[in-house]
Every structure is written in C-alpha cells, then in structure tokens.
C-alpha cells in the first residue's frame, strides 16, 4: 500500500489549491484519512480530517477556508484549500488507516503520503 500526495505549488495569498492523495494496492478500505502539515520549525498538525461517513474535523485555523473529501472509487482524498494565507506555507501530508487484501485476509495499518510543498507568497 501507498499513498500518493500531488498538488501543492507556489500560489499568491487569495488563491486556491487542491491537493490529492491516490491509494494504491490491493486496498480493501480507507478510514479516518486525514491531511497535516509541518511548517519549519513547527510541529505537525492535523489540518482537516474526514471522521466519520457524516463528519469532518478541522483545524481552527483552515475553518470555512479548506475542504476534505473523497472519491471512495478512486481511492483518493482531496484537500481543496481557498483563501490561502502565507501561513498555510507547509508541506502538507495525507494519512490514513487502510485495510489492504494480503491472500485471502486483510490487515489494516496507518500509512502516510510522502508530502507536498505549498507555498503561498504575499
């Protein structure tokens, strides 16, 4: 299993980005994805995540800005981020728990993406 995270760039405050993250492998479920992200010299945060078939958790700092969906056919979680500020600057990462087929059982583990930039410019 892997998760692949795309999207990120250089942007100027205001604009929008969506970032994807893409599963890949003999993937049975995707739980509780979420995207974090760690700015230099900061810790790494939880930035959005979905919870729940009917809910979502956001940082307080992206409310009414980001969204967290996914395409469950796809096996893809996207993060579309408006309004940026230059304080959303990070690398941002996708993190989920996914069930994968292994012969005929599943075993289920946490797994992240491998990053990517986003830079947003005053």
């Known amino acids: 299993v892997q998760l692949q995270a795309s999207g990120g760039g250089l942007v100027q405050a205001g604009g929008s980005l969506r970032l994807s993250c893409v599963a890949s492998g003999n993937i049975f479920s995707i739980n509780a994805p979420g995207w974090y992200r760690q700015a230099p010299g900061k810790q790494r945060e939880l930035v959005a995540q979905?919870?729940?078939?009917?809910?979502?958790y956001y940082a307080d700092s992206v409310k009414g800005r980001f969204t967290i969906s996914r395409d469950n056919a796809k096996n893809t979680i996207y993060l579309q981020m408006n309004s940026l500020k230059p304080e959303d600057t990070a690398v941002y990462l996708c993190?989920?728990?996914?069930?994968?087929?292994?012969?005929?059982?599943?075993?289920?583990?946490?797994?992240w993406g491998q990053g990517t930039q986003v830079t947003v410019s005053s």
């Open positions: 979905i919870t729940s078939v009917v809910s979502t």
């Open positions: 993190r989920a728990s996914v069930g994968a087929f292994a012969g005929t059982e599943i075993y289920e583990d946490d797994f």
